[in-house]
Every structure is written in C-alpha cells, then in structure tokens.
C-alpha cells in the first residue's frame, strides 16, 4: 500500500500570479499536438501542410477548452454552473469532461474544414491520433490535483489519499494516463501511419477510447454528487462512452466496406 506524495497543484508562483500544474498539461498535450502534427504534415496523404496545423491547433484548442468546461457542467455539474456561471473560466481548478472536449473539438474540425475546403472525415483522421497524448497529460494533471480518484481496494500499488481517509484506493487517474494517453497513442499512430481507409483512423479513435475509459471506469469512483446510475456499478462515464463506442465501430464498418473511401 502506498500514500499519496502530496503535491502542490501550484507549479510556479509569482506574487499574486500562480500556474498550477493542470494547466500545464494542457500546453503540453496542444505542444505535442502542434509537433506530431506538423511532423505527419510531411506525409504525401496528409490533409494538411506544415503550416496549417498551427491554426489547427489552435481551433483544436478553443474547442477542448470550451467544450471540455461546458460539458463537465452540464454533464455533471448542472447546478453549481447555475450558481456560479464564473466557474466555465476557472480551468486550473479542474472540472474537465473530456465528453465535453471532444464535442468541442469535433465542431473546430468540422468549422476548419469547412473554411479550408478539407473534407472534414479525412480532417478527423489526421487529428485523431494527435489527442492522446493531451488526454495522458490531463490526467496527469488529475492525479496531482488529487481527484477523481478510484475506489477501495487492496492492490500493492493501491494509495492512501488522507483528505479522503486511510482507505486504500485504486490510482484511477494514472491507469487512464496509461491507457487513454500512452496505450491509445502507441495503437493509433501505428495503425495511422499508412493509409487507412477514409474514417477508419476516427472510428479506431472513437471505439478505442470507448471501451479503455468504459474498463477503467470499474476502478474509478463515480462523482459524489451523482452516484451510480443503475445496478451499483454503471456510471455517467460508462453511458457517455457507449455512443462512442457505437459510433467508432460503425464508422470503422463503412470505412472498411467502401473501397472507394480510402485515402
């Protein structure tokens, strides 16, 4: 059993102006976006040049930002957005759902494409293998803000989080670091680095981080203030994938059923 290495989510300080950690990983997932991407720019197939990634990104970004705050409240928070309108600006302070982010970030591809004349499924394609690497680094970010934290359990590696008392429970946040960040990373920049067919790359994406955020959910608590929904194990995050999942696999299916659709 293992006790939390309690971490000041307060990277640097400077009088009155602090930068916590977790919005530090933020930059590091849009930097890593930014270098991938420009690197995969080069590739013959690529939808994009060099160039245009840095406006990519930065649309990406908008959308993660805003998405992924407005989702988290409506999703999960509801009420205390109505109390507090404000707490949409606060991003250090956590309360990101990535279900928000990705909606964000699927209106900046679609309102990129749209503006460049990129046909927004290949766009898609070619942004979906830069994200993971941003979603590790967010639940990093989780993990020193000490929260979102999993259930009981007795694994070595489980850790005591004191604020929560001396109950072991399971790193939740590092094993979605591992799996949403570092394995979907390694899966999708393999499988995308030769043509796919149009969609496939997306719908590997979709299906992918479905079932991964789906598994870890079993570990993870659900958020206090909503419990779990049915049978005493099945939780927001579980009903928000199962659209995801669906989705990837159908678009996996017809990309691969449409000979004509490839790259």
């Known amino acids: 059993m293992l006790t939390y290495p309690a971490i000041d989510p307060v990277a640097i300080q400077i009088g009155p102006a602090a930068i916590h950690w977790y919005g530090l990983m933020y930059v590091v997932g849009f930097l890593a976006a930014w270098l991938l991407g420009r690197w995969r720019a080069g590739r013959p197939w690529s939808p994009v040049t060099p160039a245009q990634v840095d406006d990519l990104v930065f649309y990406g970004a908008v959308g993660v930002i ?33 279900h928000g982010g990705f909606i964000g970030v699927v209106v900046a591809v679609i309102l990129y494409a749209r503006r460049h004349r990129i046909d927004a499924f290949r766009l898609g394609d070619f942004v979906a293998p830069l994200t993971p690497i941003g979603l590790g680094a967010g639940r ?20 005591v989080y004191p604020p929560l008392g001396d109950v ?88 691969y059923r449409n000979s004509d659709s490839r790259r």
């Open 66 to 98: 805003v998405g992924g705050k407005l989702g988290y409240h409506l999703f999960y928070n509801l009420p205390g957005l109505m109390a507090d309108p404000l707490a949409l600006l606060r991003i250090w302070e956590g309360g990101m759902s990535f």
């Open 168 to 255: 072991a429970r399971h790193p939740s946040q590092l094993y979605q670091m591992a799996l949403e960040g570092i394995a979907l990373f390694v899966l999708l920049w393999w499988f995308s680095a030769k043509p796919r067919p149009r969609m496939a790359v997306t719908g590997l994406f979709l299906a992918g981080y479905g079932v991964l955020r789906g598994f870890v959910e079993f570990f993870r608590m659900p958020d206090a203030h909503i419990g779990y929904l049915a049978f005493g194990w099945l939780t927001m995050g579980h009903l928000l994938t199962l659209p995801m999942i669906a989705a990837g696999a159908g678009m996996l299916w017809w990309g």
């Open 140 to 159: 990093l970010g989780n993990f020193i803000n000490g929260e979102l934290w999993g259930r009981p359990s007795d694994v070595p590696w489980a850790m």
